[in-house]
Nanobody, 123 residues
Framework: QVQLVESGGGLVQAGGSLRLSCAASGSIVRINAMGWYRQAPGKQREFVASITNNYRTPYADSVKDRFTISRDNAKNTVYLQMNSLKPEDTAVYYC?????????????????WGQGTQVTVSS
């Protein structure tokens, strides 16, 4: 029903920047909160940042003041601008979105994940 497609990952030196994008497509009535998570090798997936419909933007302490999340509702897209990258930011980054659908006069919300994009920061 819905696809989340991430892009923008890659290899960067410490101190560099990357911008991740995640575009949602499919049968969408409304996109609620959108966010980014990451998973490093041997570790659990962890929260990075999210953005609500009214543009509240909580961040993980580890990325505050370095990462900025934003969204373009016209394009159903969420972005993550990552500056001052550190080797410990190396992980697969996953996009997440809560999406409302409509069927037979009823609306319901489902949680979706993207396939992940690799970010590697070299020291």
């Amino acid at each position: 029903q819905v696809q989340l497609v991430e892009s923008g990952g890659g290899l960067v030196q410490a101190g560099g920047s990357l911008r991740l994008s995640c575009a949602a497509s499919g049968s969408i009535v409304r996109i609620n909160a959108m966010g980014w998570y990451r998973q490093a090798p041997g570790k659990q997936r962890e929260f990075v940042a999210s953005i609500t419909n009214n543009y509240r933007t909580p961040y993980a302490d580890s990325v505050k003041d370095r990462f900025t999340i934003s969204r373009d509702n016209a394009k159903n897209t969420v972005y993550l601008q990552m500056n001052s990258l550190k080797p410990e930011d190396t992980a697969v980054y996953y996009c997440n979105a809560g999406i409302t659908h409509s069927s037979g006069g009823y609306s319901y919300t489902k949680d979706y994940w993207g396939q992940g994009t690799q970010v590697t920061v070299s020291s």
